[in-house]
């Protein structure tokens, strides 16, 4: 079994890491996000039942389904409601995403990297699922421009940028255009698979 070199993007809100996922997906790579995996998550009628208790039926939508929107804004003010949280997903999150990495190395042609945007990847340990670490940064100034979420208030959860980009394989200040953002992943894929 073949395995893809398995690559993280993180780094802080508002940096570029959606952008830098859907570039890899353009230079070749099977990609999914952490956020596409909690989306999942949370239309399993077991982690929707947990959710709900613990947080209340105003985070459950008109669809019967979790509005995402709703749960940030509940958690966001209740440090207790969000580590349940995170207790609760960070661990399904992680079995998702090692099943869908395994299932492409099942592959009759696998891809030879995927790659995962994963925000809280140093912060919880996660770092040693993977390969390969891309750290995508930016100024606050600049992220919080880009950003619709609180960047001041979310920032105080995440390890300082400096400390990302030491302990990165890869690493890119993310403050010119698109096209210099998806110039960084071509250099990087070719890195990653030469030849």
């Known amino acids: 079994m073949s395995r893809p070199v398995a690559v993280a993007i993180t780094g802080g809100i508002g940096s570029g890491k959606s952008e830098a996922l859907k570039a890899f997906a353009r230079h070749g790579a099977a990609t999914v996000s952490s956020d596409e995996i909690v989306h999942h998550l949370l239309r399993q009628p077991d982690v929707k039942e947990k959710v709900v208790a613990r947080v209340g039926n105003g985070v459950v939508g008109p669809d019967g389904e979790i509005d995402r ?3 940030g804004t509940a958690v966001f003010n209740d440090r207790e409601a969000l580590a349940f949280l995170e207790e609760l ?29 994963v925000p809280l990847l140093y912060e919880v340990g996660g770092e040693s699922r993977f390969d390969k670490v891309v750290v995508i940064s930016a100024p606050t100034k600049l992220r919080r421009a880009r950003s619709q979420l609180t960047v ?4 105080s ?8 980009v030491a302990r990165a394989d890869f690493a890119f200040s993310n403050i ?15 890195e990653l698979q030469p030849g």
């Open 157 to 164: 959860r995440f390890l300082p940028e400096k400390e990302k």
């Open 176 to 190: 010119g255009s698109l096209e210099d953002l998806d110039a960084f992943v071509g250099s990087v894929m070719r």
């Open 152 to 155: 001041d208030e979310r920032d």
């Open 89 to 117: 997903l960070h661990p399904l999150v992680s079995a998702e995403y090692l099943k869908w990495r395994d299932d492409l190395a099942r592959l009759p042609d696998p891809p030879r990297v995927c790659v995962t945007e």
């Open 69 to 71: 929107a709703a749960l």
